[in-house]
């Protein structure tokens, strides 16, 4: 198995564009989870899905974020409009049980 | 709600020492317990988890690491430290069923003197 892959591996975007990454989690896995990682606030859970529907988004940040899974192979994280302090490392996560495998995540950096 | 501390933001160790992180708990009854490590640029690979039964649990890379259920603690131990042991280690905390999300400490960096 390729593992969890996330798209972009960086992504450099400018104040007020708009930011999408993707996550393909690992085949089989029916639950799904985006973290964001700072030095400030280490590693926080945004959000997460069981079998695509979504379960708790406590910790989106505010409207600007939002996340879909319209498959069972496929979720996207939206940042729109993006700022500066937006910039962090982003994981996807994937799992069947109780053991979570991360992708390599997207280093996302807003000027 | 379940919350992780790991006291030690940054710890350095002589290569060859033996290495202990901590990290404690709170939530009311076991979680399940997991330690993860990321190397700069890296995503997070699993260390070592505790799920039940024996309380002192094997890793990979010769890690181990002890639940002590009543001191809320789960740290983790190496008995000899290697160079490219140097790392982010990141304590984590789920509760104990299926569906649910791994909940962070904030971390502790591990610097490997000479």
């Known amino acids: 198995d390729a593992g969890v892959i996330q798209s972009p591996r960086h992504e450099v975007t400018e104040m007020g564009q708009e930011v999408t990454l993707r996550c393909k989690p690992i085949?089989?896995?029916?639950?799904l989870f985006w973290y964001r990682q700072t030095m400030m606030r280490g590693l926080e859970l945004l959000i997460y899905?069981?079998?695509?529907?979504?379960?708790?988004d406590s910790g989106m940040p505010e409207d600007r974020f939002s996340a879909k899974m319209p498959n069972a192979s496929f979720s996207t994280l939206k940042i729109q409009p993006s700022e500066p302090r937006d910039s962090a490392v982003y994981f996807c996560?994937?799992?069947?049980?109780?053991?979570?495998?991360f992708g390599s995540g997207t280093r996302l950096t807003v000027v | 709600a379940q919350s992780v501390t790991q006291p030690d933001i940054h710890i350095t160790v002589s290569e060859g020492a033996s290495l202990e992180l901590r990290c404690n708990y709170s939530?009311?009854?076991?979680?399940?317990l997991f330690w993860y490590v990321q190397s700069p640029g890296q995503g997070l690979q699993l260390l070592l988890k505790?799920?039940?039964?024996?309380?002192l649990v094997q890793g990979i890379k010769g890690f181990e690491a002890e639940f002590k259920r009543s001191q809320s603690s789960f740290n983790l131990r190496k008995p000899s430290v290697h160079w490219s042991d140097a790392a982010e280690y990141c304590c984590?905390?789920?509760?104990?069923?299926?569906?649910?999300?791994?909940?962070f400490g904030k971390g502790t960096t591990l610097s490997v003197s000479s």
């Open positions: 085949s089989g896995h029916n639950s």
């Open positions: 939530y009311g009854a076991t979680p399940y």
């Open positions: 505790y799920f039940s039964g024996d309380t």
């Open positions: 984590a905390v789920k509760v104990p069923q299926a569906g649910t999300a791994l909940i």
């Open positions: 996560a994937s799992s069947s049980g109780g053991e979570d495998t």
């Open positions: 899905f069981n079998n695509n529907v979504p379960i708790d």
